[in-house]
């Protein structure tokens, strides 16, 4: 605990910008800082490293400390802390020592701490003693870490398969929805939908995983020799939905589109054929009940760009080597009210059957990956988890 | 005295690459041959594994020998994200270290490739790996992280949703990263003490799997040859600048084999690339289009050239002329490629059977096969006289039962 009150003092001091003196806990204190000072393509590799060296070789109740300094630090950072709590970790159990339970337990609990610390609290403590991991579990269903509610939602599919196999189907059915609710895995959604299905009952994977679903597309536009990703066509200077643009062969313009596909796939070559060498836009409008941060994640095999009330989120000219669910994670901050998302997609020039595809997926989350919804018309909705 | 004198000599052994330790893709030289003798060659699973151990996650990369000690990397988690890298004992499997990191790129890859599938490298005092995420790890060989980079977090655009896989290489103290792909693609020189960037240039925007080779001539400077779609470009290691390019293409998959001042490139099929005294270009020396290799690299070996297809079929060449001499239909597929030790090739197929291949006989010769039952995909290392091959859930070390 006396690292953690040395911590708290330097984190408010601003990470260490001051002369420390030579005491174990200002050594200890300036090389957590050291850690978190790394920043991209390895500036501060060095002082970290003489850091490692020092931290390594504190005992075990620096750990909670150490989990503690994970807040809010980069990735660097973040992968730093953890070898030192690795190392720490290994040693104490090599020398038959006692691990903190207690105070792992505690950060674990607590939510203000970072998913990612408190994620290997959690499996520190499975290492240390499986038996109170195992009471923690059913805790975890609706934590903001997604690591940790898998073990809980892992837990009650368990349950409910037996309930299945007694015949209980109906209190199957609901410790299914209890886990559907909590789930933010991919494969562990499809399991529960999967099996409520075979239950006979409805499952909404669109609603759930919040894939935006209705569209305006034009195009096309062409991308010879794949030049279109950097090009400038029409709608990235004007978007509004009234206007008319040159495309390959004569004016295009904006076309309505719903998509009814579960998972939200947005299918250029549904509209305009199976073209070779072309671009395409899309452009919905999200509405949000709060100014927030959100992501959008995106899934598209194609070369594309993203943006977010006209201004270029991200963009990436990879053709056909692979799609998936949240394939792409943008941090973005939604503004109250209407949010204008535009998408450029690119077909290449490929002819291989696995180059047919000329699409994408969208959705609205917060971190978790728990959907944000677009408010309706009515406004009901808001956000539905 | 003495006692002092072999203190001394243990330090100073300390931190040294020892003849007969695999220390990074197809070994010290990057070729796959392999001066060890003694390894089994008429294998029998009841009386060759020496040991195997379970693996806490995927991979393909291959093993490293050091000493006593084995290390290997892997990716576990429900997102692959876990990156894992253990220290093994060579005599018994025993797990001398674990450590894992979070990956900080994208772990998006092909189902059959994995998140571990570039091969690590050690200069002996240190262990570099890295993985598809472009998640880069510097650790002693005791495990303590002494710095670490997050290529994909500098560089957004450096990912490949089919994965990555060039392993690292080493050339005079510099850490070449080759991180290839359609977007932005480029090669780094990485100071080996403090993982910064001394260089980093562009290169063909194009999804690469292939690993550098570094050739040291004759004055014992060294150059990278690096493998793309464009050809051969050979690089200075201290500044990345360009010495000399063979542009007439090469695959983007299997990698070059270095045999003396000869490169043999998969390129137009199999193309040798005679690098000058000076290695300041080179010439053209032979090529032939009937050693195409498919995904396993060539390998140079004495006076002949081996070179596996995609169809299983290993076809033998005279090294100075390309002229194919014979071929030999062996059970593939192969993801992995081939080592060579004491006149004898081992690869392992895609289905997990190690074949082992007497180099000796007229036309080759089929000694032994072993089933391991699971899918191998890795390049096998060999030290201790023992090999040591991994799949995406063990490890395994095959010796003589005498060497145990």
């Not at chain 1, 980069?74 to 030192?84: D, I, Q, S």
């Amino acid at each position: 605990m006396k690292h953690t009150r040395i911590l708290l003092a330097l984190l408010v001091t601003g990470l260490g910008n001051f002369e420390f003196g030579i005491s174990a806990d200002d050594e200890f204190s300036k090389s957590v800082a050291a850690l978190r000072n790394v920043g991209s393509e390895g500036e501060g590799n060095l002082a970290a490293s003489q850091a490692m060296e020092y931290l390594s070789n504190s005992g075990k109740e620096a750990i909670p400390t150490l989990l503690s300094a994970m807040d809010g630090a980069n990735p660097f950072a973040a992968n730093y802390l953890r070898g030192a709590v690795e190392v720490i970790f290994n040693k104490t159990l090599e020398e038959g020592g006692s691990l903190p339970l207690i105070e792992l337990g505690e950060f674990l609990l607590n939510k203000s701490h970072d998913t990612k610390p408190r994620a290997m609290a959690f499996d520190l403590i499975r290492r240390t003693d499986a038996g109170v991991a195992n009471r923690l579990i059913p805790g975890l269903l609706g934590d903001p870490s997604v690591d940790l509610r898998r073990e809980a939602i892992s837990r009650l599919l368990i349950q409910a398969s037996d309930l299945v196999k007694e015949n209980k189907k109906q209190a199957a059915v609901l410790i299914y929805r209890q886990a559907l609710d909590a789930a933010r895995d991919l494969d562990q959604i499809q399991t529960i939908s999967s099996e409520l299905r075979e239950l006979g009952r409805n499952v909404n994977l669109t609603q759930h995983f919040g894939f935006l679903t209705n569209w305006n597309l034009v195009g096309p536009f062409h991308n010879k020799d794949r030049a279109g990703f950097d090009e400038v066509f029409g709608p990235e200077k004007n978007f509004a939905l009234d206007t008319e643009y040159k495309g390959i062969d004569e004016n295009v313009t904006w076309k309505q589109y719903a998509t009814d596909d579960e998972y939200g796939m947005v299918d250029f070559n549904e509209p305009y054929g199976a073209l070779k060498e072309v671009t395409g836009y899309a452009r919905t409008t999200f509405i949000s009940a709060s100014d927030r941060p959100a992501e959008l994640r995106l899934g598209c095999k194609n070369a594309w760009k993203i943006w977010l009330n006209g201004k270029l989120v991200f963009g990436r000219d990879e053709y056909h080597r692979g799609m998936r669910i949240d394939q792409y994670k943008l941090p973005v901050q939604l503004n109250k009210g209407p949010n204008i998302i535009l998408i450029k997609a690119c077909q290449n020039e490929q002819k291989e059957e696995w180059t047919v595809q000329w699409q994408f997926q969208l959705r609205v989350c917060d971190a978790t990956g728990t959907a944000i919804h677009s408010i309706s018309k009515t406004g009901s909705k808001v956000a539905v988890k | 005295m003495k006692k002092h004198l072999l203190i001394i000599w243990l330090v100073v052994l300390a931190g040294r690459v020892l003849a007969g330790d695999w220390t990074g893709f197809r070994g010290p030289f990057g070729n796959g041959v392999s001066d060890e003798v003694g390894l089994p060659v008429k294998l029998d699973i009841e009386k060759h594994i020496a040991w195997k151990v379970e693996l806490p996650g995927k991979g393909l990369s291959s093993p490293l020998v050091m000493g006593n000690r084995v290390f290997v990397t892997a990716s576990g988690g429900t997102r692959q994200d876990r990156l894992q890298i253990l220290c093994l004992s060579s005599i018994d499997g025993s797990v001398i270290w674990h450590r894992q990191f979070w990956a900080m790129g994208s772990t998006m890859c092909h189902s059959k490739t994995s998140i571990a599938a570039p091969t690590p490298v050690t200069d002996g005092a240190s262990l570099f790996a890295i993985f598809s995420s472009n998640d880069l790890f510097c650790l002693d060989l005791d495990g303590k992280l002494k710095w670490l980079r997050g290529l994909t977090v500098d560089y957004p655009n450096a990912r490949n949703s089919l994965g990555m896989a060039s392993s690292l290489v080493l050339s005079s103290g510099v850490i070449v990263a080759q991180v290839e792909n359609d977007s932005e693609s480029f090669v780094a020189g990485l100071d080996k003490r403090s993982g910064r960037n001394l260089w980093k240039i562009n290169r063909p925007k194009s999804a690469n799997w292939t690993t550098a080779t570094v050739h040291k001539s004759k004055s014992g400077k060294e150059q990278v040859l690096l493998q793309s779609g464009k050809g051969i470009h050979a690089i200075e290691p201290d500044s990345g600048n360009v010495v000399w390019h063979y542009s007439d293409g090469a695959s983007t998959i299997p990698s070059s084999a270095l045999k003396g001042n000869i490169l043999y490139v998969p390129s137009q099929g199999l193309t040798a690339l005679k690098i000058s005294e000076d290695g300041k270009s080179f010439t053209q020396k032979w090529r032939s289009g009937r050693l195409r290799p498919g995904t396993a690299s060539p390998l140079a070996y004495r006076n002949h050239i081996y070179s596996l297809n995609n169809a299983g079929v290993l076809a033998c060449a005279d090294i100075d002329s390309g002229k194919r001499l014979w071929q030999l239909r062996l059970d593939g597929p192969f993801g992995g490629s081939p080592i060579v030790a004491g006149n004898h090739l081992y690869v392992f197929s895609e289905e997990g059977v190690a074949q082992v291949v007497d180099l000796t006989a007229p036309e080759g010769d089929i000694s032994g096969k072993m089933d391991l039952g699971e899918m191998i995909q890795c390049s096998p290392a060999v030290a201790n006289g023992a090999l040591y091959v991994r799949s995406n859930s063990r490890i395994w070390k095959i010796a003589r039962k005498t060497r145990l």
